[in-house]
Each structure stands twice: as structure tokens, then as C-alpha cells.
């Protein structure tokens, strides 16, 4: 599976940004995905997760209610719209393609995008 990503840039706190990840390959649509990000000096931490049919989505503490991820199958396409945007969610954001566990709940990436740089000034 090839992962690639795009959407990212500048934004001022409050904003908005959707960040999409374009899946290729025999398996893409019939994979899990999901959202990481990290920040200079941080370790890579989980985002938000999508099962392959978009029905269970699960999401970090820090960006529940603020965040949603979404997938069109049809494009092999994932999305993590972003909204009231703090400077903490500053970050290289990776999009991933994996498998889930325990009916949806956990997460296990296998592939992973180049990932985009996600800034959000004060």
C-alpha cells in the first residue's frame, strides 16, 4: 500500500484544515486507517483510527470533538478534518493503513505515508 498525504500548512489558532491521505495499492481499500502525528522533540502518537467500512472511528482525549476522520473508498481516500486548532496540535502528521482489533477499538498501523507539516500559530 502506497499512503500519500496533503492538506497541510499555516493556520492561525481557531482555524481549520483537512488533511487528506490518497491510498494505493491491492489491499488500500480494505484496510484500516488511521491519523499520527509528531511534534519536534515528541514521540509519534495516535491520532484517530477508521475501520475499512467507515463505520467505528475512534479518537485521541486531545483532539475529541475538535477532529474528525472520514474515508471515501470509492477514491481510496482518508480525511482528518480539523477544527478549532490549537498551537499543541503543531506536528507532522502521518497517515497510516493497518488493522484493528477488538471490534474497531485498537489499532495497528502496517504502512505509512511521508507525512505533512501541520502549523498552528498563536
Known amino acids: 500500500v502506497q499512503l500519500v498525504e496533503s492538506g497541510g500548512g499555516l493556520v492561525q489558532a481557531g482555524g481549520s484544515l483537512r488533511l487528506s491521505c490518497a491510498a494505493s495499492?491491492?489491499?488500500?481499500?480494505?484496510?484500516?486507517m488511521g491519523w499520527y502525528r509528531q511534534a519536534p522533540g515528541e514521540q509519534r502518537e495516535w491520532v484517530a483510527h477508521i475501520t475499512s467500512t467507515g463505520g467505528s472511528t475512534n479518537y485521541a482525549d486531545s483532539v475529541k470533538g475538535r477532529f474528525t476522520i472520514s474515508r471515501d473508498n470509492a477514491k481510496n481516500t482518508m480525511y482528518l478534518h480539523m477544527n478549532s486548532l490549537k498551537p499543541e496540535d503543531t506536528a507532522v502528521y502521518y497517515c497510516?493503513?493497518?488493522?484493528?482489533?477488538?471490534?474497531?477499538?485498537?489499532?495497528?498501523?502496517?504502512?505509512w505515508g511521508q507525512g505533512t507539516q501541520v502549523t498552528v500559530s498563536s
Open positions: 497510516s493503513s493497518g488493522r484493528t482489533y477488538y471490534s474497531g477499538s485498537y489499532y495497528s498501523p502496517d504502512y
Open positions: 495499492g491491492s489491499t488500500a481499500s480494505i484496510s484500516a
